[in-house]
């Protein structure tokens, strides 16, 4: 059995670990050079704005929302990371750092009617740790976890899938 752990829209949440007047506001983090949106939050998803989009073709829709417009700052998202990281290794010794903002955690010892109250208080922690919010979707595979993740981001944050029909479902809407 498997955890998916991933940052919720992670540049963007680490700039507001730092900032806190981007909390509730529309915000993107842009590539290099500012050139494409690289990073959104929430409320800037709502607002239609696409990922790996040019900036220069959103600057009205930047304006009229007050959208904070934020340069990357990699040295930042690396650091976060790390903290990130080591708050779930604190956690588990069977951590497998699968990008800057996910890891995979094994958690074969956990009896499934613990699941939920396990991956809840890493949520938890790991937020009240770090300041950056996470998503934590569990499953039989890494793929069913990675699914469960994709519908935890969608609902209260976790979300434990390994009944066999509720498997089903979930992967006939996805």
Same mark, same amino acid.
């Given at each position: 059995?498997?955890?998916?752990?991933?940052?919720?829209?992670?540049?963007?949440?680490?700039?507001?670990?730092?900032?806190?007047?981007?909390? %509730?506001?529309?915000?993107?983090?842009?590539?290099?050079?500012?050139?494409?949106?690289?990073?959104?939050?929430?409320?800037?998803?709502?607002?239609?704005?696409?990922?790996?989009?040019?900036?220069f073709k959103n600057k009205r829709l930047y304006k009229k929302y007050k959208v904070a417009v934020l340069s990357s700052n990699f040295a930042l998202y690396g650091d976060m990371s790390q903290r990130v990281m080591a708050a779930l290794s604190q956690h588990s010794s069977?951590?497998?750092?699968?990008?800057?903002?996910?890891?995979?955690?094994?958690?074969?010892?956990?009896?499934?009617?613990?699941?939920?109250?396990?991956? *809840?208080?890493? %949520?938890?922690?790991?937020?009240?740790?770090?300041?950056?919010?996470?998503?934590?979707?569990?499953?039989? *595979?890494?793929?069913?976890?990675?699914?469960?993740?994709?519908?935890?981001?969608?609902? *209260?944050?976790?979300?434990?899938?390994?009944?066999?029909?509720?498997?089903?479902?979930?992967? %006939?809407?996805?």
């Open positions: 059995m498997f955890a998916l752990v991933d940052c919720n829209n992670f540049y963007v949440s680490c700039e507001r670990v730092f900032n806190p007047k981007l909390e %509730k506001r529309p915000a993107v983090v842009l590539s290099n050079n500012d050139g494409c949106v690289i990073a959104r939050s929430n409320e800037s998803k709502a607002l239609g704005i696409l990922m790996g989009e040019p900036a069977a951590l497998e750092v699968y990008s800057i903002d996910e890891a995979f955690i094994d958690l074969s010892g956990i009896p499934v009617e613990k699941l939920l109250s396990e991956i *809840t208080y890493l %949520k938890v922690t790991v937020e009240q740790w770090t300041g950056i919010p996470v998503s934590i979707g569990v499953g039989l *595979t890494k793929t069913l976890a990675k699914v469960a993740n994709h519908i935890a981001k969608r609902s *209260t944050g976790v979300k434990v899938l390994i009944d066999s029909m509720d498997v089903k479902k979930s992967l %006939k809407n996805l």
